[in-house]
């Protein structure tokens, strides 16, 4: 999986992996580009003695190798070609739309071409997917969907750049034209970071317990010892010396060295796709990277029944986007595949990237996804970039408010071969649409806040609405990672907008703009503002009240305490939905993989200073603390101070007001990006 920033050069590194004559007016990839490749290397032989796109006589001349292999072996879990060809098929009409001829047939005639091939490799010719990602912001929040732990990850970095700057989308255009779009307020090294940072927390093994796993793995020896594995790669190598990219490799490995994610990256290459196709003067980097994907495939290789690959091409060869689970299941039977095990080689191959099986998704329960790239490509068309939008009152709500209404993504939809209603569902379950009801448009018709396709903000998170009577000091959601997780904005912001007591403040015409990392809710009636903002370390949480104390009938300090309560069990229900993601159930995997949650705390933003930089009350317990207790320090000074006023709103009790006065909040934020 090719992940990093736009314009990084993604789509040229794969092309080098395939030794194809550089392009420099490669198209950026929108969304993703998935491709089956046979990465042949060392014994590996195939045309040129090349890398190369796979093909249909690819896949049935390793059909037919396989079955030599397993008739020449006495494996009790490998079904034979004979045993295949001699059973009938035990399919019930009544449960599939799949006719039992008709995989019969099918069957049959695969078979019947593998006979033609005389097979003569015995050692393994394995089957490579490449998801080429898109990398613009809009998308990387989609992607920890498509995570899986059979992966290796190639994180690129524009290696001619200081990493440190603030990173821009670009948009290489099939007519050559190069499109930059907006300035993420968040640097290339911040964005690495926290997608190494990411990949280790969703993916790397915990644990493995032999007694949890499949009955089904255990019976057939199957094992999966896999982990993922990543290497960071620097691109634009022609622009540098070699003096200079040993620096920059030295720079991004200072990155990652003392984090709990560092035995994840192997290695830090700098990359020259100029020299792709050019024999032995292409770059020493691309062929040592090639290798190191040859070394990936062969600890990855796991001995598996050849009615399974069986399985895969007749899925294949039905030249179908989608198709029932019932279906999958009767084409399980006739590939001798018992029911029960069906889901067990869905979810296998949906590991390996081969398809998409979401048994724990409502809409997708009895669904099968046979092409990744069409699935992604249909969710994408809700998220096109700047000259993908087009005219008209339903594009300006998603452009400028994320509001999509039911007429245009029906209209999107209608011929994508799935109920857009279905693929709507699956944006609010993954957390990346949530319904609302807005005065902007017509009250009959479904909306919903899909936050991920907007601009992102780059201003002072500390800019609110003026005019408040009252504003509590903020308050930061931390990570132990120390970054924000990707996406985890964009689904806290999408979770706090379901909660029957707040509203999206977006109809007010004085209300703040909404961001993909700033949102703005009203909470209770009359209503206080709560401003939410992805500062890339953490999310600031700003709570104010625009109207006197008094002719409130809820004290200020208890909404700031309802709210933090409201935030806590949103970010907890957005853990929850990026567990589903990664979730490795014992009964329907090989191994057990758990989600390691980062560790998230509430920190209160200390106020000894209007002037000083960003920094937290020590640690303490909140619940205990009250508005009595002079037990505050912080790092600024040593001596125990009474709260202010503002950052009284978070705790029980009262301050006298003689003796504690409000403290205007201008504190700096702590990135390194500004």
């Known amino acids: 999986m090719l992940l990093g920033s736009a314009g990084t050069g993604k789509t040229c590194l794969k092309r080098s992996l395939m030794e194809e004559p550089f392009n420099p007016h490669t198209t950026s990839t929108i969304v993703s580009d998935v491709s089956s490749v046979r990465p042949f290397e060392h014994e590996w032989q195939t045309r040129r003695n090349k890398w190369s796109e796979a093909t249909e006589d690819d896949e049935i001349k390793e059909l037919a190798r396989l079955f030599k292999s397993s008739l020449s072996e006495s494996s009790s879990h490998v079904s034979s070609e004979s045993s295949l060809v001699s059973a009938s098929l035990d399919v019930s009409p009544a449960k599939s739309s799949a006719k039992p001829s008709d995989l019969d047939a099918k069957i049959k005639s695969l078979l019947k071409r593998a006979r033609t091939y005389k097979a003569t490799e015995s050692h393994v010719q394995p089957f490579l997917h490449i998801w080429d990602c898109g990398g613009q912001p809009v998308f990387l929040e989609i992607l920890p969907a498509f995570l899986t732990p059979r992966t290796m990850f190639l994180l690129l970095f524009d290696a001619s750049k200081d990493f440190r700057e603030r990173w821009q989308s670009r948009q290489n255009t099939p007519d050559g034209e190069v499109l930059f779009g907006e300035v993420v307020n968040e640097s290339t090294s911040n964005l690495m970071a926290k997608w190494m940072s990411t990949i280790h927390s969703y993916l790397m093994k915990h644990s493995k317990d032999d007694s949890r796993r499949s009955y089904f793995m255990v019976e057939h020896n199957i094992d999966d010892t896999s982990s993922p594995s990543l290497y960071c790669v620097g691109t634009r190598g022609d622009k540098l010396n070699e003096e200079r990219k040993e620096e920059i490799k030295k720079q991004i490995q200072s990155l990652y060295q003392k984090k709990e994610f560092s035995d994840l990256i192997k290695d830090v290459l700098i990359v020259d796709n100029t020299t792709s196709g050019r024999g032995e003067d292409e770059d020493p980097s691309i062929t040592e990277l090639r290798g190191a994907i040859d070394d990936f495939i062969n600890n990855l290789v796991v001995k598996t029944p050849v009615n399974w690959f069986l399985f895969r091409k007749v899925l294949q060869e039905l030249k179908q986007n989608i198709i029932s689970v019932s279906d999958a299941i009767a084409i399980g039977e006739a590939c001798h595949i018992p029911a029960r095990d069906v889901p067990v080689v869905l979810k296998f191959y949906h590991e390996l990237g081969v398809l998409l099986f979401y048994p724990k998704i409502k809409s997708l329960t009895k669904k099968v996804i046979l092409s990744p790239k069409w699935f992604v490509d249909t969710i994408g ?30 209209e999107l939809w209608q011929s994508s071969g799935i109920d857009p209603e279905e693929i709507i569902e699956l944006l609010v379950h993954f957390r990346l ?10 009250s009959t018709s479904k909306q919903y806040f899909l936050p991920a396709v907007l601009q992102g903000y780059t201003g002072d998170p500390n800019e609110v609405r003026l005019g408040y009577e009252l504003r509590a000091s903020p308050v930061h959601i931390t990570f132990s990672t120390g970054y924000v997780p990707p996406g985890f904005f964009t689904r806290l912001a999408t979770t706090v907008a379901t909660n029957a007591s707040v509203k999206l403040n977006i109809d007010d015409d004085t209300a703040a703009p909404v961001y993909r990392n700033r949102v703005c809710f009203s909470y209770g009636c009359p209503s206080d503002d709560i401003v939410l903002t992805d500062i890339n370390q953490a999310i600031q949480v700003d709570v104010l009240r625009y109207v006197p104390e008094g002719l409130h009938p809820v004290p200020f300090k208890t909404v700031c305490l309802q709210i933090l309560e409201l935030l806590n069990e949103c970010c907890q229900k957005v853990e929850d939905t990026l567990d589903i993601y990664h979730r490795r159930d014992p009964y329907m995997l090989l191994g057990l993989y758990a989600y390691q949650k980062s560790s998230r705390k509430i920190q209160y933003v200390c106020q000894c200073s209007p002037s000083s930089e960003v920094h937290y009350i020590n640690d303490f317990d909140a619940k205990k603390q009250t508005c009595f207790d002079p037990v505050v320090y912080c790092k600024m000074k040593r001596t125990p101070r009474s709260l202010t006023i503002n950052e009284s709103m978070w705790f029980k009790g009262n301050l006298s007001q003689e003796k504690h006065q409000e403290t205007p909040y201008s504190g700096k934020t702590d990135d390194d990006s500004t």
């Open 433 to 442: 649409a949530a319904p609302v009801q807005t005065e902007d448009y017509d």
């Open 381 to 410: 068309k809700v998220f096109p970039l700047e000259k993908g939008w087009r005219g008209g009152k339903k594009w300006y709500l998603l452009r400028n408010k994320g509001i999509l209404v039911q007429s245009l993504y029906q």
